[in-house]
């Protein structure tokens, strides 16, 4: 960029030159890459407590029963349907922070979009792109379920005989519940980091600097998983079933309503061990995040 300086009469005017000022683009990789890598360290850590948690939503048990259950299969089935939410949320968390960044960082500095408004649509906007690789998370429940150990091999086996058996349609069963998980709980979460991250104070040892990211993202996981809880409880559910008619949200609530006592505490049932495994699964993947932001940048 050129920018004329005027001189005194007779004195011809002297031109300097200013570099333009750098631009991020509006695709931006680096976030991508760090959201895959934060979530492949997360579900490689925390896959055996999330299949407690899952027996407990799908059977009602408490905690002793479903480590019971797991203990009795052993070790051959503890990592089994690992893949399915490694590939998903691999791709998810990717597409969560990326998608989240190309959307919001648009509105705000060419829009000129109120900063909450922006970060409320464009974790929306992400969240609604993560329901794409909900047959991912379709095949992880099934392959969870202990109903299913003998009908589905592995992963590839398990979409080979749904598709065959039911068509594509019946990988997205339970879509609803998933759509109104995602959308708000991402909102909600970029919201409520980006506050922590400017409010609370920064750290001079690199020890505590990575332990308030672990806590602050460990907190904000697990009060937005508790929040949330009853849609996964009611998308397990409609989940369970291969083949038949879909069940609306409604009709998934009425049944687990009434199977469990008609208490809504039981429709809870699996939110404590849930609390912990996502308080610790949102701060390893805050932290991983983070520090691969250092990497990439």
Not at 67 to 76: A, D, H, I, W
Not at 131 to 158: I, S
């Amino acid at each position: 960029m050129a920018i004329v300086r005027a001189e005194p009469t007779g004195v011809p005017p002297t031109v300097t030159t200013v570099a333009n000022p750098p631009t991020v683009p509006i695709f931006c990789w680096r976030e991508f890459a760090c959201g895959w890598g934060a979530a492949f360290v997360n579900i490689t850590v925390t896959y055996p407590i999330y299949k407690m948690i899952f027996r407990q939503m799908l059977h009602g048990v408490q905690l002793t029963q479903a480590f019971g259950q797991l203990r009795s299969e052993g070790m051959t089935y503890l990592y089994r349907g690992i893949f399915p939410p490694l590939a998903q949320k691999t791709i998810s968390l990717s597409l969560m922070f990326g998608v989240y960044d190309s959307t919001r960082r648009p509105l705000v500095e060419y829009c000129h979009v109120n900063p909450y408004t922006a970060k409320t649509v464009a974790g929306m906007v992400a969240g609604t792109f993560e329901a794409m690789l909900m047959p991912f998370e379709r095949v992880q429940t099934l392959l969870a379920d202990a109903a299913y150990h003998k009908k589905y091999r592995n992963t590839h086996h398990a979409f080979k005989i749904i598709i065959m058996e039911n068509g594509i349609k019946e990988l997205y069963r339970g879509l609803v519940p998933v759509l109104w998980r995602n959308g708000p709980s991402n909102a909600m979460f970029f919201v409520l980091r980006e506050e922590a991250d400017s409010r609370l104070p920064k750290r001079v040892s690199i020890l505590s600097q990575r332990t308030q990211e672990f806590v602050a993202g460990a907190c904000i996981g697990a009060f937005i998983s508790s929040l949330f809880y009853p849609l996964n409880v009611l998308k397990v559910t409609m989940q369970c079933r291969v083949g038949g008619p879909y069940d609306s949200m409604w009709t998934a609530l009425m049944q687990v309503y009434n199977e469990r006592d008609r208490k809504l505490r039981n429709v809870y049932k699996g939110v404590s061990m849930n609390c912990t495994r996502a308080f610790f699964s949102w701060g390893i993947m805050n932290t991983a995040y983070e520090q691969l932001k250092k990497v990439f940048y």
